[in-house]
């Protein structure tokens, strides 16, 4: 099992296997231990994971939130692909499903996940990180505090700099 990151850096043992879509005819063999599925596969084969509460799905780019909607926070765990790390649609994915779906799970990042991406990944709501096979592991915990305060409101930070410190000068 391939190990993943966790928001403080820590790496752990994986305890999901991610599923890959089938190619065109061949059939889905879900395991019988904790599972990440294809979303598109999920829609159209729910029926054969009813009530496995060890079953999670993962959005691929060109995947919409809102054919989940609020029905994603059944799952336990969430993975969004990067197909490539210059494709950037994973993180208004991540964005969507914690701030408009209310998702409170795992949320993974799978595909193509780089070590200068993580801290990026976790302002927009990422959870968990699934590196890719050729970068070293140990160095994720540096990469995912890169900037000691930011700017920006976002999933990890809701309040813009401007009010924070507004805020500490008026108490």
Wanted: charged share 30%; net charge negative; aromatic share 10%.
């Amino acid at each position: 099992m391939r190990n993943v990151v966790t928001l403080n850096g820590i790496t752990s043992d994986d305890q999901w296997t991610l599923v890959d879509m089938p190619a065109e005819g061949e059939s889905l063999d879900v395991p019988d231990a904790p599972a990440i599925v294809p979303l598109k596969w999920y829609q159209e084969n729910s029926a054969a994971v009813e009530g496995r509460e060890d079953i999670g799905v993962w959005f691929d780019s060109d995947d919409e939130p809102e054919v989940l909607g609020e029905d994603c926070r059944r799952f336990p765990i969430i993975g969004v692909n990067f197909p490539k790390f210059s494709d950037g649609r994973g993180y208004s994915i991540a964005r969507l499903l914690r701030e408009r779906y209310g998702f409170e799970g795992d949320l993974r990042a799978v595909g193509d996940v780089l070590l200068d991406q993580l801290f990026y990944m976790k302002r927009c709501g990422f959870s968990t990180f699934a590196l890719r096979a050729d970068k070293d592991i140990n160095k994720a915990e540096a990469n995912l505090e890169v900037f000691g305060e930011v700017h920006q409101a976002a999933v990890d930070e809701q309040e813009p700099l401007f009010r924070r410190r507004n805020s500490r000068q008026s108490a």
